[in-house]
């Protein structure tokens, strides 16, 4: 139950790629949450780095997309809002790797915890 956060994240990042037209970033985020089944502490950290670079594409595309609204005058607030809290939530879900049992399992228990 622990890794639907991080799962979703990529999940939710791959159909922004998928959007986009970025065919090789969607099946990157598609193959970093099959991934998640395999138990190895390079697994975490390749999935953390690739949740933290998730969380700045978010960001990047409110801040354009916020300018874009801005200059044809419509609302930008709540856009604003949204991707912002997409951004906060997918480098959140790195953070559900330093929970015992998921240090266990990756194979990080003798990593401690900071």
Known sequence: ML??????????????????GSWPLTLGCLLLVALLA?????????????LVA????WLWTAFGYVQQRIASGQPWMRLALILGAVA??????????????????FLMASVPAH
Do not use: M, N
């Open 3 to 20: 890794l639907f956060a991080p799962g979703l994240a990529l999940v939710v990042l791959g159909a922004h790629f998928y959007r986009a």
């Open 38 to 50: 395999w138990p190895r502490a390079w697994v975490v950290r390749l999935v953390q780095v690739c």
């Open 54 to 57: 998730g969380a700045v594409e």
């Open 88 to 105: 906060v939530l997918t480098a959140a879900s790195a953070l559900v790797f330093r929970s015992q049992r998921l240090r266990v399992r």
